[in-house]
């Protein structure tokens, strides 16, 4: 199938290309994120790949399909960045990769806490200068801390084992809760899993109801030094509330991997440029917080697994099989 890859990179490229071998689909490369106003680069493909920062609402879709295209394959897990509604309007299908290591962001999430909780961010940068002082650099162990999992999905249950591994007691907040899971954690109202937890990671996924579930009055109900981890979605945070929560010390530290205005940093290079995001540049001032841009999913596992699942499903579309991996508003909608 004729397919126009947007927001390309080098690992997409080689990944997306090895994994063709096996589906000799006809790939186009394109470095530009999809949004309205490239979306005419989509011309004339049946089917479109992108990632989390290409813009798929409404107009782009309604552009797309003028333009012949029928399928959207997303090369993430995540679709908040669909309008799925619109979608089943124009009649354009769209699959995701629901499930791929979920080990890779679940280790990323473990190696923040273990780089903030050490501080090995700092020390790192001490010792290259000759700095071996130690003062600055006080942890604390793990091992019989508190720590809280929002969201026990694929990624949640894995970081709450491992979290379990370490001796840390587990606590989990899930609108549906996973038995597995109850065999090393404790569910418990999202009011005590914040007032308890030491350690808080988020692994739901951003809808309107998880919009920026971590505001300013639910950072006044965690417990004070509190760590809160993110490789989910950036904008289950006010960023400007966590950020008055750390000054105020009321938050100890904070590790993301995900920003909610990211679409406009992460994936370049922008060290020769100043940074015009001031809500970012002032997380950056942070001696207690760590950013990383995206990564969590950046392992060749995952990636692998990633570029195979989406030709694959790219493949079951053009064959016209059923499409396990199809995610819809739910809304039957008739088309002529
Ligand atoms: P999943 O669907 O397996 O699990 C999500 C869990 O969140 C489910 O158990 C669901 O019941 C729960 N949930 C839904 N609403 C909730 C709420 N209001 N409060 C608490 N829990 C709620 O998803 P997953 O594969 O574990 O991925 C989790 C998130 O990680 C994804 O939504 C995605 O945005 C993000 N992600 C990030 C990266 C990265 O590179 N940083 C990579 C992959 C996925």
């Not at 908040?80 to 679940?106: C, M, Q, T």
């Not at 950072?219 to 809160?228: A, E, F, R, T, W």
């Not at 010390?249 to 993301?256: A, D, I, N, T, V």
Request: aromatic letters at 8%; hydrophobic letters at 45%.
């Amino acid at each position: 199938m004729r397919v126009v890859v947007f927001s390309d990179k080098p690992y997409w490229h080689r990944f997306l290309t090895e994994a063709n071998e096996a589906f000799g689909h006809d790939l186009t490369f394109i470095e530009p994120n999809l949004n309205s106003q490239t979306v005419a680069l989509a011309d004339g493909y049946p089917a479109v790949c992108v990632f989390v920062h290409d813009q798929v609402d409404a107009a782009v879709l309604g552009s797309l399909r003028k333009g012949g295209t029928n399928l959207v394959a997303l090369r993430c897990a995540g679709f908040n960045n669909v309008d799925l509604e619109a979608a089943a309007e124009v009649g354009i299908k769209v699959v995701r990769v629901p499930a791929y290591s979920p080990h890779a962001v679940a280790e990323h999430a473990v190696s923040l806490i273990l780089t903030l909780n050490r501080k090995i961010h700092r020390a790192y940068a001490r010792v290259r200068e000759g700095n071996m002082a130690l003062e600055g650099l006080l942890g604390v162990e793990l091992h019989s801390k508190t720590v809280g999992i929002l969201g026990t999905g694929r990624i949640g249950a894995i970081v709450g084992q491992i979290m379990h591994g370490f001796g840390c007691r587990v606590l989990a907040y899930d609108p549906y809760p996973n038995d597995e899971v109850r065999r090393f954690a404790e569910y418990v109202s999202l009011d005590r899993l914040s007032a308890e937890s030491d350690v808080i990671t988020l692994h739901c996924p951003l809808t309107p109801d998880t919009y920026h579930l971590v505001d300013a009055q639910w950072l006044k109900q965690v417990k004070p030094g509190c760590m809160i981890i993110n490789t989910s979605r950036g904008a289950l945070i006010d960023t400007r509330a966590a950020i008055h929560a750390l000054k105020t010390e009321r938050l100890g530290s904070l590790g993301l991997d995900v920003y909610e205005e990211e679409a406009d940093l992460f994936f370049e290079d922008l060290s020769e440029r100043v940074i015009q995001d001031d809500v970012f540049a002032r997380l950056l001032t942070f001696p207690n917080v760590i950013i990383t841009a995206h990564q969590g999913f950046f392992t060749r596992e995952a990636i692998s697994q990633i570029a195979a699942t989406t030709l694959a499903n790219i493949r079951d579309f053009e064959t016209g099989g059923p499409l396990a991996n199809e995610v819809s508003s739910g809304r039957k909608v008739k088309h002529k």
